[in-house]
């Protein structure tokens, strides 16, 4: 793939929100249901005593398998856990992202599990009216976070070249997540070069 190639990113629209006037910075990527999930079984993660959900939202299991081949390079657990296939892999290595941890499947050599550590970006939740149901006062986790859409930020520059992740975890109970984030330039690279990646914009202040 050609590190020079560009092309314009088609992000998912909101209707209701006039977004024109607002300051994009970066995207969250996503990508359809693969129809499984990263852990199946109940109990094979360390769990939170008092409400039984899990306290790990990015572990990776070393046994998971995606089955049949797909036309997208990104596609998602059920339990949120992103899912990528050598190429979106070998693009990551081209484009020196090193921030980007691609965990292997021992039967699974076509695909690799997307997690992002860091930079954590702070999202700005009292402008997202994010709703937060169920405290755990064990874990401080809470059952459900829902609602993140449009996506705002706490700063107002255009987010370099690269992958960040969220510092709030979305979705219910044990398959919460967090989200992953890249910058304008880097859409413009996956856009040009991978399938199937769905993009949101990501506003800053
Ligand atoms: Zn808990």
């Known amino acids: 793939m050609a590190k020079s190639a560009r092309r314009k990113v088609k992000i998912i629209k909101y ?5 024109s006037r607002d300051n994009l910075i970066g995207y969250k990527i996503g990508g359809h249901y693969n129809g499984t999930d990263m852990f199946e079984e ?3 993660l360390p769990e939170c005593p008092e409400c039984h959900y899990r306290l790990d939202f990015q572990a990776h299991n ?3 398998r ?3 081949k797909r036309r997208s390079d990104l596609l998602g657990t059920y339990d949120g856990q992103g899912i ?3 190429l979106f892999h070998d693009f990551c290595k081209e484009q020196d992202y090193a921030n980007v941890r691609l965990l292997e499947f021992t039967n699974d050599p076509d695909h690799f599990h997307l997690v992002v550590d860091e930079p954590v970006l702070k ?5 997202m009216r994010i709703r937060f149901l ?15 859409y449009p996506l705002r930020i706490m700063r107002s520059d255009v987010l370099p070249d690269g992958f960040y992740r969220s510092d709030l975890v979305f979705g219910g109970f044990s398959r919460k997540h967090p989200l992953i984030i890249i910058g304008l330039e880097t859409g413009e690279k996956m856009e040009a070069g991978l ?11």
């Open 42 to 44: 109940k109990g094979e």
């Open 84 to 86: 990528v296939t050598k």
């Open 195 to 205: 399938k199937g990646i769905i993009f949101h914009g990501v506003y800053g202040r």
């Open 134 to 148: 169920n405290r755990c006062p064990a874990c401080g986790n809470y059952e459900e976070i829902l609602g993140p």
């Open 66 to 68: 995606q089955g049949r």
């Open 123 to 127: 999202l700005d939740i009292e402008r």
């Open 62 to 64: 070393p046994l998971y």
């Open 15 to 19: 209707p209701a929100l006039d977004l």
